[in-house]
């Protein structure tokens, strides 16, 4: 779930610009996060992972940090593109039992690039 | 590489009737799992399924079952539809075993009415 004041619906940013984007998780025990990107009319497309025994991990123009104490991970998008207008979802994957996962998904962030 | 098929993409169902959603999972994933999305929200976890056989389930009525076949596609059926259940319906694969990502296919826009 999301935790108020923590996370914005909605962001809007200066073509090439950087963007953060917050999410706060709500189980402790979870140990992988992912943030997916969803487009309209489209379903969440992956875009990074992090893992819980790592804080910070690096891909083309995004980067994830995860804090574990109190239970927040970002997503930066470094030089802002029009092509990075969409929704943002962080997820958790959360042990279900031996070898069972489920994706528990927070509300979303909807980025728009002003150009 | 064919990755997670869905099919149809848009739907338009009477309240009270029944509806059947597929699946194709991406190649080389054994499991399926299916998510629906109200319009503004975050995907919510249905139920997934790993060798025929539905392992977890999310907080969703018995009206919502489904099924996994030998070659690990998946169907999706809804009884006595509820305008409520108008949603994209998500269906995502992955490797049993493997806390790694799921691949999502495009959906299913399910309206009631």
């Known amino acids: 779930g999301e935790s108020v004041g923590l996370h914005l619906p909605t962001l809007s940013v200066q073509e090439g610009d950087n963007s953060i984007i917050n999410c706060a998780y709500s189980?402790?025990?979870?140990?992988?996060f992912i943030w997916y990107k969803q487009e309209s009319g489209k379903g969440p497309q992956f875009i990074i992972d992090?893992?819980?025994?790592?804080d910070k991990r690096q891909g083309q123009r995004v980067t994830v940090l995860l804090n574990k104490t109190v239970k927040h991970l970002s997503l930066q998008i470094a030089a802002t593109q029009p092509g990075d207008s969409a929704v943002y979802f962080c997820?958790?994957?959360?042990?279900?039992?031996?070898?069972?996962?489920?994706?528990?998904f927070g509300a979303g962030t909807t980025v728009t690039v002003r150009a | 590489d064919a990755g997670v098929t869905q099919s149809p993409t848009h739907l338009i169902k009477t309240r009270g009737q029944q509806v059947t959603l597929r699946c194709s999972p991406k190649?080389?994933?054994?499991?399926v799992s299916w998510y629906q999305q109200a319009l503004g929200q975050g995907p919510q976890f249905i139920f997934q399924?790993?060798?025929?056989?539905?392992?977890q389930r999310g907080n969703f009525p018995d009206r919502f079952s489904g099924h996994q076949f030998p070659n690990y596609s998946s169907e999706l059926n809804v009884n006595a539809l509820l305008l409520g259940d108008s949603a994209l319906y998500l269906c995502?694969?992955?490797?049993?075993?493997?806390?790694?990502?799921?691949?999502f296919g495009q959906g299913t826009r399910l309206t009631v009415v």
């Open positions: 997820a958790e994957n959360t042990v279900l039992s031996t070898n069972d996962y489920k994706l528990s």
């Open positions: 399924y790993y060798e025929e056989e539905e392992r």
């Open positions: 995502a694969s992955s490797l049993v075993g493997e806390n790694t990502e799921a691949f």
């Open positions: 189980n402790s025990a979870s140990d992988y």
């Open positions: 992090i893992r819980s025994n790592m």
């Open positions: 190649s080389g994933h054994d499991t």
